[in-house]
């Protein structure tokens, strides 16, 4: 098992900014992805940004030169640096730790951190 802890939310002004962290600890594998995914209300949830344990990255068109997403492989940490945020960024913003185990992947979630940026 893999357990998520997120800090980092809260209520900001459009163009303002914010950092995520999340924190993973149990059977932690060296190979892995982490990332954030977010849901709004009445919408599905999706991927905001990942990163792999060797650096690459991948995000969402939305937030492209917006967001950053780094880790920290020695304490197991992703971060979320959001920068310009806009009113449609607000949401609940999800964890997301996934690693293979032979031919399945295993995906564990943090509890979800509320980001809400006024207009």
């Known amino acids: 098992q893999v357990q998520l802890v997120e800090s980092g939310g809260g209520l900001v002004q459009a163009g303002g900014s914010l950092r995520l962290s999340c924190a993973a600890s149990?059977?932690?594998?060296?190979?892995?992805?982490m990332g954030w995914y977010r849901q709004a209300p009445g919408k599905q949830r999706e991927l905001v940004a990942a990163?792999?344990?060797?650096?690459?990255?991948n995000y969402a068109d939305s937030v492209k030169g917006r967001f950053a997403i780094s880790r920290d492989n020695t304490e197991n940490t992703v971060y979320l640096q959001m920068n310009s945020l806009k009113p449609e960024d607000t949401a609940v913003y999800y964890c997301?730790?996934?690693?293979?185990?032979?031919?399945?992947?295993?995906?564990?979630w943090g509890q979800g951190t509320q980001v809400t940026v006024s207009s």
């Open positions: 990163i792999t344990s060797g650096g690459s990255t």
């Open positions: 997301n730790y996934r690693h293979r185990v032979f031919m399945s992947l295993h995906d564990y």
């Open positions: 149990g059977s932690i594998r060296s190979i892995n992805d």
